[in-house]
């Protein structure tokens, strides 16, 4: 198992820009020695230690769990968000994907909504505020009945599940050509639609979350299913579908225009 | 000092409906008038911080990622536990209670493990109302699954990603809360320092991980529910960020640091590669189902798994723990893997690891069946090792994975230091020396959205809002203080890195002080861990600058914390001369290898009173008594 003898030698082009005013630029560096056993975050962390050795900055990105469940490491890897390997996170991305001679280019999420911090980090609060608007059921802690007392059926809790597992990662934006929300703010209409507790305030929903995605300047849906390409968790683009039925659902009636506050 | 839990007395079946009555409350006109700072976003702050706001309280919360979504409760796989008997196979609060004592050796508080018992319902009914998708029947009704340390099937999931479900409920409740404005919400702000006026938590200060700047932020109350410290080990399934920091910031300001030295090291983990390694992945538990555990009977085996004949296996667990098998406790599992390689008979790269074989009940059940049951984790294995464990058996190692010592609270979840309240992994409470699988769950949740809401009254209603707020010199005190920290990091620009630093203090803290403990071990680890801490502070190379985002800076006080903290849960682990749950003594064993209690002698809650870096810290001792469950031996055979 000695990796010694496997040993790599990439060549690996990363964007570089210390804050959002900064001039962003691609620079070079050689990652020798990586061995195949390596996560490629893991390969970063060695070229940072590099840096630091040299004196030099380190490569700024953002990461925490280092198991493909916080969502919070997002680049982009020869132009595919979270890397070559489907249905994964770029921490959970391991360098035997890769060839001795390699040249590599990361580069972070690319979105008018998504502004760059520094390097490869961006700041992903757009998609906290469209949370915030109405990713929720407005249930209050304590007075909640019984957790049996409304039956779910097993379909309707597989697909909310299905829904649920999104990381909030934002690849789906990165990949998106219209830089497109779509299958974010669907997979949290849908978790909280088809379930009888998020139900009931379905209308209200997808009418807030859809404003609010739009006011954060995203991009809308032309059909280019890279956002499910790219999804680390396998979200389907039939919850888009799923939630443009319900919007169109939701055209309010009477005096629901005047709760909602117009639509 | 002998300390006070402030427990209700009398009958336990009715000492939190009792407490809560007792309690003062804070008339609703009022609530608004009082800010509470809620610090991590986890189950418990999340669900604290939802809560607190949802009552009307002015709350302010705080994490150092870039989304309270985040939180590392996140990763959690299996379940939460919760009595609500819906199988009808005899549980109740008073099993839940009385499984989640036996469970923690004996070492943690009655009333406080009862009142978690008792709330457990409700978690799971206010999950379901916020849309958590747990598993169902065909008949629409929840599901449940079996989990270690209980006879009873209690636990709730939501396939293997329960944590994030529950997780995300908390946020939504949250988000929601920050929607109505009652929670304003600080992320990537990481807490550096508790500001105590007049002797109670009146604020903090953190560092803005965007622009750099030092902040004071002031409450009238301030909540931890920061997580554990195992990544005081280096390599641990805990996030990268995860850190004592919090904790051990207000252990500096004179909060009392409870056990320790109690510490879970998981049996199931993915085995360490190469040095390069940043962290440990943890494979469900439920693996050992089916897996059986073995390594070679020779050392230094060189041959392949396949080509090695039965004869010369040694099925470790099986040949020990006949009656449990495979399915031993984590304490005693992780100890006999950890054996068998220090005894040279360990497997894979560096000899640390042992097999994980599925090859039996593949032939009895089939592939499909396993795959049926093991099919992600199985993925997520060859993802990680580019090994097919429906060929070669799994290699698996344990690794540190959950602290159940923390910050010591009362009966309230408040520290001795009034006005600041600890909830979670973060204090010390109910698991005692060792945490039953799914109840890390329950605990957070239990303690945000069921507990807080009512004590944190009875401390506010004794307290004038807005006694003291940033303009305090208090604050400008301890922003000096930290600013000047930061900064001597930064001018050191020594030789090595961090993280060079951090992968030695693992390795002393995990040689020394780790499954299996000797007093020598430790006092080698008390010996060694004041050498490599002065290195750092003249050795460490921290590059960029105060402004702008810092992750090195950030990594460097994280570590520059865990090195002060290390010495103190050594010198825990020295002091208790016994074996219990996660903290095995190896003079302290039976003659067949099992942890020995001295409940004589031990039967407390071990809190200690930091008194400087130079100085001996102070031990304060809160008795345990057992009034409804009777002290017994733990035995596996």
Request: aromatic share 10%; charged share 25%; hydrophobic share 35%.
């Amino acid at each position: 198992m000695s990796a010694d003898h496997n040993a790599m030698n990439l060549t690996l082009f990363v964007w570089r820009q210390k804050n959002a005013k900064d001039k962003g630029r691609l620079e070079r560096y050689e990652a020798k020695s990586v061995s195949p056993d390596m996560s490629f975050l893991e390969m970063l962390d060695i070229v940072n230690e590099d840096l630091i050795k040299q004196g030099s900055d380190p490569i700024v990105f953002d990461h925490d769990c280092r198991e493909g469940i916080c969502g919070m490491c997002s680049q982009m890897i020869n132009g595919v968000a979270h890397g070559p390997e489907a249905e994964i996170t770029v921490c959970q991305l391991h360098m035997r994907r890769f060839k001795d001679g390699d040249s590599i280019y990361i580069e972070p999420w690319r979105s008018k909504a998504f502004p760059l911090i520094s390097d490869l980090m961006v700041d992903r609060r757009a998609f906290e505020r469209i949370i915030q608007t109405y990713g929720y059921t407005s249930a209050h802690t304590g007075g909640v009945p019984d957790g049996n007392a409304t039956t779910i059926p097993k379909p309707a809790a597989e697909m909310a599940m299905d829904a649920a597992a999104c990381i909030g990662c934002g690849a789906c934006v990165a990949a998106c050509p219209n830089a497109s929300a779509m299958l974010f703010v669907a997979a949290k209409v849908s978790h909280l639609g088809v379930l009888p507790q998020g139900e009931v305030e379905g209308a209200r929903r997808v009418r807030a979350m859809v404003a609010q995605m739009d006011k954060e300047g995203f991009g809308n849906c032309t059909n280019h299913y890279e956002c499910e390409a790219a999804c680390p968790k396998g979200i389907k683009v039939t919850f888009i579908s799923r939630m443009n039925r319900e919007l169109m659902k939701s055209i309010p009636t009477g005096d629901e225009v005047s709760a909602a506050g117009g639509f | 000092m002998i300390l006070d839990g402030k427990c209700p007395t009398g009958p336990i079946q009715t000492s939190w409906d009792r407490h809560c009555f007792d309690l003062k409350l804070v008339n609703p006109a009022n609530k608004r008038k009082y800010k509470v700072l809620v610090v991590g976003t986890g189950l418990a702050g999340g669900a604290a911080a939802a809560s607190l706001g949802e009552l009307g309280y002015n709350v302010e919360a705080f994490c150092y990622q870039d989304s309270a979504r985040r939180a590392h409760s996140i990763a959690a796989q299996g379940g939460i536990n919760a009595a609500k008997n819906y199988p009808n196979d005899g549980d109740s609060i008073y099993r839940l209670f009385y499984d989640t004592i036996k469970g923690g050796d004996f070492r943690a508080r009655e009333a406080d493990v009862w009142r978690l018992a008792q709330v457990s319902n409700n978690i799971i009914d206010q999950c379901v109302a916020q849309g958590v998708p747990f598993a169902r029947d065909y008949a629409g009704y929840l599901d449940n699954r079996s989990f270690g340390g209980a006879q009873v099937s209690r636990t709730f999931y939501a396939r293997g990603q329960t944590g994030q479900q529950l997780l995300l409920g908390a946020y939504q409740a949250l988000s929601r809360q920050v929607n109505a404005g009652t929670v304003k919400l600080y992320t990537r702000r990481e807490m550096l320092d508790l500001v105590v006026v007049d002797g109670e938590a009146k604020g903090i200060t953190c560092r803005n991980l965007v622009t750099g700047e030092i902040e004071s932020y002031w409450g009238d109350a301030v909540v931890l529910a920061t997580g554990g410290y195992v990544n005081v080990f280096y390599l641990s399934t805990n996030a990268m960020g995860c850190s004592v920091t919090a904790a051990w910031r207000a252990t500096k300001k004179g909060a009392y640091m409870a056990n320790p030295c109690y510490t879970q090291i998981h049996p199931t983990c993915i085995p360490q590669s190469g040095d390069h390694q940043s962290k440990l992945t943890l494979m469900s538990e439920s693996l050992r189902n089916d897996g059986r555990c073995w390594v070679p009977k020779k050392q230094s085996e060189n041959r392949k798994p396949g080509e090695i004949p039965e004869a010369e296996r040694d099925y470790y667990l099986e040949r020990k723990y006949p009656s449990f098998g495979n399915l031993a406790p984590r304490d005693i599992a992780s100890r006999a893997a950890k054996e068998q390689c220090d005894d040279n008979r360990g497997v894979g790269p560096g000899g640390r690891g042992v097999f994980l074989d599925f090859s039996d009940a593949i032939s009895r059940l089939g592939e499909d069946k396993i795959r049926e049951r093991y099919g992600n984790l199985f993925q997520m294995y060859e993802k990680i090792t580019d090994e097919n464990a429906y060929k070669v058996p799994m290699r698996i190692y344990p690794a540190p994975h959950y602290s159940m010592g923390g910050l010591w609270v009362d009966y309230n979840c408040m520290s001795n230091v009034p006005g600041l309240f600890v909830l979670g992994e973060a204090n010390f409470s109910v698991h005692g020396a060792n945490r039953l699988g799914a109840s890390a769950l329950m605990q957070g949740l239990a303690d945000g959205y069921f507990v807080i809401p009512y004590t944190i009254a009875g401390y506010l209603a004794t307290t004038k809002p807005g006694k003291a707020k940033t303009d305090h010199p208090e604050f400008k005190k301890s922003r000096d203080e930290v600013e000047g920290q930061l900064k001597k990091l930064l001018s050191i620009k020594g030789k090595k890195t961090v993280t060079d630093f951090h992968r030695g203090l693992g390795k002393i803290m995990w040689e020394n002080v780790g499954m299996a403990r000797t007093a020598e071990s430790l006092k080698t680890a008390l010996r060694e861990i004041p050498k490599l801490r002065e290195e750092f502070w003249q050795n460490v190379n921290v590059s960029g600058g105060m402004a702008g985002v810092n992750q090195q800076l950030e990594n460097a006080w994280r570590v520059a914390d865990f090195f002060e903290f290390a010495e103190l849960m050594t010198r825990d682990a020295l002091h208790r001369n016994e074996s219990c749950g996660g903290h095995f003594r190896v003079e302290y064993q039976s003659e067949d290898g099992e942890a020995m209690r001295d409940d004589q002698n031990f039967t407390y809650v071990g809190a200690w009173e930091f008194k400087g870096l130079d100085k001996e810290p102070e031990l304060h001792k809160e008795p345990l008594k057992f009034e409804n469950v009777h002290l017994a031996v733990r035995s596996y055979k």
